[in-house]
T-cell receptor, first 111, second 114 residues
């Protein structure tokens, strides 16, 4: 079975720009969660989508937004990028309530 | 609210020695507990999980962990370290009901010395 895939693997942006990160969930998984992992830190929960609806959100501002599509793939959008947004962004998919399976992440650098 | 504390940001062991990575959690409800491993430039791979039942859980690559409710701990061990075990290890907790997200510790970097 195909695991969780994320694109792109690396991205460089400047302050104030907008970015879209993409995630294809593992086959059959209906829940997608996004995490931000700053350098030297553990992942921090951004939000979660279940069957195309956001059903949980961490302590992130509204400029972090997302979508989940009917095939359960997902996007993370970040507007008005700030230097502190530089991080590894991880997507994880699962069946509801089951262990999460992670992709390899997108490394976002803000200049 | 839930939280995880991993004691020691960096642990160094000799090849063949015991690996012990410490994790304490705080949870207002019975937790599910997890250990993930992260190799350089990769995502997180699930090592093992505790949900219910037996408190000693075995995972991949020879790792195991024991859930101790009285000590609110979930320490990760491996009897004999291998060079390939060098990585970052994360302990995580979530509620045992509903479709809830993971709360991670800050991680412990394991180095294995030949």
């Amino acid at each position: 079975e195909t695991g969780v895939t994320q694109s792109p693997t690396h991205l460089i942006k400047t302050r104030g720009q907008q970015v879209t990160l993409r995630c294809s969930s593992q086959s059959g998984h209906n829940t997608v969660s996004w995490y931000q992992q700053a350098l030297g830190q553990g992942p921090q929960f951004i939000f979660q989508y279940y069957r195309e609806e956001e059903n949980g959100r961490g302590n992130f501002p509204p400029r972090f937004s997302g979508l989940q599509f009917p095939n359960y793939s997902s996007e993370l959008n970040v507007n008005a990028l700030e230097l502190d947004d530089s991080a590894l962004y991880l997507c994880a998919s699962s069946l509801a309530g089951q262990p999460q399976h992670f992709g390899d992440g997108t490394r976002l650098s803000i200049l | 609210a839930q939280s995880v504390t991993q004691l020691g940001s960096h642990v160094s062991v000799s090849e063949g020695a015991l690996v012990l990575l410490r994790c304490n959690y705080s949870s207002s409800v019975p937790p599910y507990l997890f250990w993930y491993v992260q190799y350089p430039n990769q995502g997180l791979q699930l090592l093992l999980k505790y949900t219910t039942g037996a408190t000693l859980v075995k995972g991949i690559n020879g790792f195991e962990a024991e859930f101790k409710k009285s000590e609110t701990s979930f320490h990760l061990t491996k009897p004999s370290a291998h060079m390939s075990d060098a990585a970052e290890y994360f302990c995580a907790v979530r509620r045992n009901s509903g479709n809830t997200p993971l709360v991670f510790g800050k991680g412990t970097r394991l180095s294995v010395i030949a």
